[in-house]
């Protein structure tokens, strides 16, 4: 097996830590933000390349016609605005690079940009913007519209949108404030100029009113699914979250963002592929397999599997007969990579086994302990070619303190042990850290 080594980054959100179960101290209650500066810490402690704060703007109503089942189980929400999270996280380390989530539907470009710029320097260089363009209708109804456009359209929106936004990171030079006593002067205003930027769907004067971020922009983040998504990532992407669908889909998919990469005139070495997994560790394997069972075989499993999902997909799950295979194959307007890889067409799986293939994210091999699990990871990534994985929580569970101290102290040393996770850090900004290997 090489031991190249990979990147690793955290899929998590501003949201409910874990409060229901043993050993997670009631919990419920994260929203100081305490709880996720401690996390980023001990990520930091683990050499993590980022840790990225998933977001949404709705409460979903997609499973059932309601809300009862998101609030009773805090499926996808309560969230709090991840900036102000960012922010925190990013004052409290020194190396982990810190990703927020803000879509293209909800945010002015120019508040974007200059909300990405503020945060870059906060974290000094190490700040990263999730590019999300919206999927569900109930967010696009909080925002003042009936529905959202298109996929289609939604990503050539986002196209200029991430063009007019570098242009406004651009509109200061890089050595525009020049704080010069001898004549009093701060920045050089022949280095600040407007940018006139007219496009299909968006228009701005510019320039910035903050300085220039110390990245020059931040890292790009994005989760390409459908073809158009992945085209989209591919053009524009630093890091990308992709989930998992078996060996077998992961290298398809990673040739197949990095062939469109070389198309469009990237380099795409510059291009890092995260697969979402969430290892479940134990002392032994038997500790950890009972583990998986107990998640897997609580009552309320499958609801909150099919609650999460159609909340993703806006596709009510609730009318199809669990120990039956779906009817048909599904499509949708949101997130048709996530469907995709919960329906499985042609599997001829019930929907029980779809949501029990959930709890390993499309990946055997990763509930055992620390040693075989990062074996397994280092076969996978030896197979794929790259890039590395993104970890998050087991499926319907929320994020614990315990949890965290599997991954942190158990699965990362075993990992280093095998020369497949970083040591040390050695750069300091997010987007140098992710090309470092």
């Known amino acids: ?22 050993f997670t101290g009631g919990g419920g209650d994260p929203w100081d933000g305490q709880f996720y500066v401690d996390m980023a810490r001990a990520m930091e402690r683990a050499c993590f390349d980022y840790i990225m704060l998933e977001d949404t703007l709705m409460i979903s109503e997609a499973y059932g016609g309601t809300t009862e089942v998101y609030l009773k189980h805090n499926i996808m929400g309560p969230k709090a605005d991840p900036s102000p999270m960012a922010a925190l996280i990013g004052a409290a380390t ?15 470009p120019f508040m974007l940009a200059r909300l990405c710029a503020t945060l870059d320097n906060i974290c000094k260089g190490r700040f990263g913007w999730n590019i999300v363009t919206t999927g569900e209708d109930l967010a696009a109804e909080n925002f003042g519209m009936d529905k959202l456009p298109p996929r289609q359209q939604r990503y050539d929106m986002a196209d200029e949108y991430v063009e007019l936004c570098k242009q406004l990171w651009a509109s200061w030079e890089p050595d525009a404030v020049v704080r010069d006593l001898s004549t009093g002067t701060y920045a050089d ?7 006139h930027f007219k496009g299909t769907y968006y228009k701005s ?66 291009i890092k592929i ?45 009318k199809f007969d669990l120990d039956k295979p779906l009817p048909e ?22 929907l029980r086994e779809l949501c029990r293939d959930q709890l390993s994210r499309g990946l055997d091999g990763l509930v055992g302990t620390p040693e075989q699990v990062a074996e397994r990871m280092g076969e996978v990534m030896a197979e ?10 087991p499926f319907t569970s929320n994020i614990s303190r315990q949890y965290i101290l599997d991954i942190c102290e158990g699965l990362v040393p075993a990992l280093q042990r095998r020369g497949l996770a970083r040591t040390r850090y050695t750069k300091s ?6 090309r470092e290997f």
């Open 329 to 350: 194959q599904l499509t949708t307007n949101g997130e048709q990579g996530s469907l995709d890889a919960f329906q499985q067409w042609g599997t001829g799986k019930t």
């Open 429 to 434: 900004t997010l987007r140098e850290t992710l």
């Open 384 to 393: 794929v070619g790259g890039d590395g994985f993104l970890i998050t929580r």
């Open 189 to 195: 205003y022949t280095k600040v100029k407007p940018i």
């Open 94 to 108: 020194t190396h982990l690079g810190v990703v927020a989530t803000f879509s293209t539907m909800a945010y002015p």
């Open 1 to 22: 097996m090489s031991a190249k080594p990979f990147h690793l980054g955290w899929f998590t959100n501003f949201a409910v830590d874990e409060w229901t179960r043993t």
């Open 274 to 318: 995260l697969f979402v997994v969430a290892p479940i560790l134990g002392e032994t394997e038997e500790e950890a397999k009972a583990k998986a069972a107990r998640i897997a075989d609580a009552p309320d499993y499958c609801e909150k599997a099919l609650a999460l999902i159609s909340a993703i997909t806006d596709i009510d799950f609730q």
């Open 205 to 270: 004067r510019g320039p910035l009113n903050c300085v220039p971020a110390i990245q020059g922009r931040p890292a790009f983040v994005q989760a390409g699914g459908s073809p158009r998504g992945r085209q989209f990532a591919a053009m524009t992407a630093d890091s990308i979250i992709a989930p998992s669908m078996g060996v077998a889909g992961l290298k398809a998919y990673r040739d197949d963002v990095r062939a469109r990469a070389v198309a469009g005139g990237r380099d795409p070495d510059e």
